[in-house]
């Protein structure tokens, strides 16, 4: 069975600070899809990354980067010189292969809320 | 603009009583899903629907039933058989062919048992 864990329940940092949100996924499949969604308070999940599992290439986009490790089977998020924009509920999920196609169901993980004091 | 609607926003529900919760979109995805948020839980997979007239349940599919009669609506019923259903409930949209920005969300809608 797939499951996704973000050990970290919650997170409080002041304005300007880098902050690391952590995932670890289990999965046996050898291809998959991990994403991390942001949920701010107004409830809609906006989607940030998709990375496949063929591809550890980190990404950078502005203050946001993702750290993918195969071999720790982790999927870490950090956002740099945070902001109180930032404030939010974030998700890491995994796909699910046993879904078929691209149609796929995602497992989410618990999520990290962040919060961002000024 | 392209995206999916959820309605109502807030709901309240007695207890016994069946409710209808409203997905729309109009992006023309070919798959939808219903999930269950719960506080400090992730989300849960309810129903999904790959294609208009057919539909599968998720890990949580009791007291919940779902029709897809067109393909831009995926209105999910709350039956009284479901004995906790005070959550935030979000839909979801994906093309047949995957997308590089996984899912599209709705807003949500809050249903409260009174």
């Known amino acids: 069975a797939q499951k996704v864990t973000q050990a970290q329940t919650e997170i409080s940092v002041v304005e300007k600070e880098d902050v690391t949100l952590d995932c670890v996924y289990e999965?046996?499949?050898?291809?998959?899809?991990l994403f991390w969604y942001k949920q701010p308070p107004s409830g809609e999940l906006v989607f940030l990354i998709r990375?496949?599992?063929?591809?550890?290439q980190n990404e950078i986009s502005g203050r946001y980067s993702w750290n993918f490790q195969k071999s720790t089977s982790s999927f870490n998020f950090t956002i740099t010189a945070s902001q109180v924009v930032d404030s939010a509920v974030y998700f890491c999920?995994?796909?699910?292969?046993?879904?078929?196609?691209?149609?796929?169901?995602?497992?989410f993980g618990k999520g990290t809320l962040l919060t961002v004091n000024p | 603009d392209g995206g999916i609607t959820q309605s109502p926003k807030y709901l309240f529900r007695k207890e016994g009583q069946n409710v209808t919760l409203s997905c729309e979109q109009n992006?023309?995805?070919?798959?939808m899903y219903w999930y269950r948020q719960d506080p400090g839980q992730g989300l849960r997979l309810i129903y999904y629907?790959?294609?208009?007239?057919?539909?599968q349940k998720g890990d949580i599919a009791e007291g919940y039933s779902v029709s897809r009669e067109k393909k831009e609506s995926f209105p999910l019923t709350v039956t009284s058989a479901q004995k906790n259903p005070t959550a935030f409930y979000l839909c979801?949209?994906?093309?047949?062919?995957?997308?590089?920005?996984?899912?599209?969300f709705g807003s949500g809608t809050r249903l409260t048992v009174v």
């Open positions: 999920a995994l796909s699910d292969p046993n879904s078929g196609g691209s149609n796929y169901k995602l497992t």
């Open positions: 999965t046996r499949d050898t291809t998959y899809y």
């Open positions: 990375r496949n599992s063929f591809d550890e």
């Open positions: 992006l023309n995805h070919d798959a």
């Open positions: 629907s790959q294609i208009v007239n057919d539909f």
């Open positions: 979801a949209s994906i093309p047949a062919g995957g997308s590089a920005y996984g899912y599209t």
